[in-house]
């Protein structure tokens, strides 16, 4: 499915939308094969040892997806989290910034289905992997 919502388009659609999480996440690649997405590691994202938090890696799993899918249909605000399963499998980096490779593996008229590979910059191996589907609103 191709790219209806740009990079810059998403960018701007998700601060209005979630002005909350403005300035801590990226994207560094948008197209047809995948999603590149970057948590902007600071102090509040931190956990003792200096090393990226869990639920810090959960959000940009989680809206890494969302990115993923409304790049696909449309700004459609009102899509939400259905399922997420996430396993952390190593120790990110100390204060290293951390990317969400983000593959859409479906999209249907009511869900989408995206996996999620988490990187510490600077290393090869993940540190989490996650899938997650995402309801769609009716009437798109």
Do not use: W
């Amino acid at each position: 499915m191709t790219i209806v919502v740009n990079a810059e388009e998403m960018t701007e659609f998700l601060s209005e939308v979630f002005p909350q999480v403005e300035g801590m996440f990226s994207i560094d690649r948008l197209d047809e094969e995948v999603l590149v997405m970057r948590l902007h590691a600071s102090e509040r994202h931190l956990r003792p040892g200096g090393t990226v938090s869990g639920p810090a890696m959960f959000a940009l799993a989680d809206v890494g997806a969302y990115v993923a899918t409304m790049s696909r249909i449309g700004r459609q605000a009102l899509a939400v989290t259905t399922n997420c399963s996430i396993d952390f499998m190593r120790k990110p980096a100390a204060g290293a910034d951390v990317l969400g490779q983000f593959r859409l593996l479906k999209i249907g008229r009511a869900l989408s289905v995206v996996d999620c590979l988490l990187y510490s910059e600077g290393q090869a191996s993940p540190v989490a992997r996650a899938n997650l589907t995402y309801s769609i609103p009716p009437g798109r």
